[in-house]
């Protein structure tokens, strides 16, 4: 149902603190996660191979974990080195560990086979951290399952209509046609809109002496990983010629995470460029996301509702509809090569 | 699963303002609902041919509804007539219109064949809004599929059980076999109770000198369509021979439309012709009647989470069930015609 | 799905009151208690073979049920013995009846074949009501099937691992090895762990000199009972060889019985024979098991939302599984015997 080889978001560095437990259930599968003594995320299967209670509820051991329904202890690979009852523990007790990279504040975890896991696949969010660049961490919970939040990013034209005072924009923004480029492992979008208003958000950040020429470049990749480029200038700068003079300039990093076939997880940061000593700039920007990521939710989570009613409701497709239709394909493609069982990173 | 030919109550008149949207799912399809500039109600699928969002959530543009996802616009006959990021929108792209006719306060709908929707079918309920006589709209909802409901409206021997102290009588009324006469759509059920106890709600609400006898004479019809010629005289006043001396009268109008398979819609008006200038005695009524239903609702819901224990559960045919069972057959002979694919008006 | 030629526990005596009715799911079967005037438990379908509606929200008529939906009238053997609306009831009108016998505070039903409930097969519980030992009633809630909780009562080596300050004691407790003894229709659990620490529940109740001899040694018979003679006497004292000097004694009696697929209703009473004139040790030691308790469900049901997860997740048998995997077996080979329709008493 989902994508296994691939390298998913599992959380935000700072969800998982030094000592203790973190729970979060991902593709399915509930996952474990903390941190050994020397800082390193562990990610275990939060299920006990004996009789499935979640290991999240039991103690750390030093970096070992014990199970407190009957008390079968782990080591940071999963596998059982204590079973209290007995001398000899059978070599096949043990629960799935996955392959864990933390980078730029983000921990990227690959659920399918670990001798796939290529930490050079993981996407560049490098901005996250980049003392260059300042953004907060967000992280919404949504009741749909992952491609119709995916359908959303794909395609910009929602802009001016479901975020009008964030966002937005003119609806002439919804009229400009981006390219879509085919990337092996997703699509790369381009949307130039020229001699615009300035979307609210970024008018409460920044003096405007008029119109500007407003970009969103991003790559969309799989699992559901957008990385963007985006910003605006003053009109007629040369902005759209390469030169950025007195510009607005973000790095937008979102990532969708399926929970289950029926909810998601959603990281996202927005890095800007400018004004990093103004703490209250990037809070103003963050606020904004979160506003619009909350407008996002409402009407997907009622398009949700409508497709629920009638599962043989067929979309209808539009020309705005090019990307999503494309990384639909390719995430089918995914999914189709591990049904056939070809061993065959996904990245 | 629901009759699909047939005219459903959809609202009441004053449900649907002059501005704004109004959205209720009926026959488990999405309905949005709304007065163009002259007051006509239009009804149209609220679940745009795009991606499935509800239209609701949407904006008025004079007649025409803009989907505040993507930005499509609608006229008031469903089609698509602005799509932003193209020129040419396909003449497929439309949501279904559906047939309204708004008579004596309430707002049917046919969700069938809209060639078939013939307004002359439609029940005569002039009684709600009849200046000679008084009444309150009533609507609840139910969580339990809508024949549940067909079959308690269908055998008033209930009443001194359910409603003893609203509707009832003394217990003796449930030993009056109704007489039962098909109609082409439904059944007319006519039970006299001679010689009994005034009611409740009818004591609280008129002086009378005695006992009474009393009737209770309805049609009902597909799809869920009770209009009924009620009331009480003094005993041997001549009621049942036609004479209605000094006769407290009903008109009582109920309406059930199913929501989706396990919820309905549940309309009603209880139209007296006495004391019609004390609005006192209208609300003493109206408030009796929501008690009362209120009371079905308690044991229907009941029934129904012990049908739903087992699927498998026949309920067993007494002789007061002959009017829900022919009613049933009628139900099952619609559907039955509809599956075969007869283009035949089900009225 | 459920043993249905068996004895469950369906109440406490003294939830079924002398006036009104009782009701409560049993294997899937709404069910509906009273007494009839002598004091007889009656148990009946909860399902009226009408319509179905609940008898529980009717009226008692002397011994006798009235539905209040339509009036139908059923005596204590079930039987329909009055139709308002007709005059002869025919004889197939009944909801079912079932044979309860209720011995020392606990009310035992039969939901099988009613010609075998033989009251002979029920387990001897005297302890909860003889004048020795005292006790109170106890009973919890649990979303989840009985089976999760019988494997849970199968193997107290979860003891210091879910219970360390109530049941307890030093995690070398789950070192032991139980004999486990195969009976005809369950297991036999015998538990001694020598020279131990006084359990917290019962450090709080009674003075001890120092370390214990303990023990836990119960029958775990079908459908979900458990009757457990456990206690500790101080160290040395001859308790293995039978002596019982200076002992803290107790006669825990617990039952399982099933209300759905995913829900079970826990009844238990852990009687001891010691300070017997003083309550507050019973109130504490009560308390101490209702924690206890509250403990097992918390990490059962987080057991069986991650079973929820996987339906093809295989628990992994370790030797502390022993006994949990006969009973499972016996569950099964009955379940076999009645889908085979083999007319024996599984008793």
Not at 111 to 116: F, H, P, Q, T, W
Not at 213 to 237: C, E, H, K, Q
Not at 280 to 285: G, S
Request: proline share 6%; aromatic share 10%; net charge negative.
């Amino acid at each position: 149902m989902f994508i296994q080889n691939t390298w998913y978001v599992a959380a935000w560095s700072h969800e998982i603190g030094a000592d203790g437990f973190f729970a979060r259930t991902i593709t399915g599968i509930p996952v474990l996660m903390y941190r050994s003594a020397d800082g390193t995320v562990v990610a275990l299967e939060d299920r006990c191979c004996h009789r499935g209670a979640p290991l999240s509820l039991g103690r750390r051991e030093g970096d070992d974990v014990r199970c407190l329904y009957h008390g079968l202890k782990f080591d940071c690979s999963g596998t059982c080195i204590e079973a209290p009852a007995q001398d000899r523990v059978p070599p096949q007790a043990r629960v799935r560990s996955f392959a864990v990279v933390e980078r730029h504040r983000w921990v990227w975890i690959w659920m399918g086979d670990a001798a796939l896991a290529d930490p050079d696949a993981i996407p560049d969010t490098h901005w996250l951290d980049d003392p260059d660049w300042r953004s907060l961490p967000g992280y919404i919970h949504y009741d749909v399952n992952y491609l119709l939040i995916c359908d959303n990013l794909l395609d910009f034209s929602h802009l001016p209509f479901v975020h009008p005072t964030t966002l937005g924009g003119p609806e002439s923004y919804a009229k400009i046609r981006p390219s879509v480029e085919r990337l092996d492992n997703g699509v790369r979008v381009t949307r130039w809109t020229m001699d615009t208003d300035v979307p609210p958000f970024a008018a409460a950040v920044k003096a405007w002496p008029g119109k500007v020429d407003r970009w969103n470049i991003y790559d969309f990749t799989i699992p559901g990983i957008l990385r963007m480029d985006s910003g605006m200038a003053p009109v007629g700068t040369g902005a759209h010629d390469g030169q950025r003079i007195d510009a607005a300039e973000f790095r937008g990093c979102q990532a969708l995470t399926p929970e289950t076939a029926t909810s998601t997880h959603y990281f996202f940061g927005h890095p800007h460029n400018f004004a990093i000593d103004q703490p209250e700039v990037t809070r103003a920007i963050h606020q904004s996301i979160v506003e619009a990521f909350d407008e996002d939710r409402a009407i997907i989570t009622a398009q949700q509702r409508n497709l629920a009613l009638d599962p043989s409701f067929n979309m209808m497709a539009f020309a705005m509809d090019s990307a999503l239709v494309q990384f639909r394909r390719i995430v089918e493609r995914y999914l189709d090569a591990e049904r056939q069982g070809l061993a065959r990173s996904a990245v």
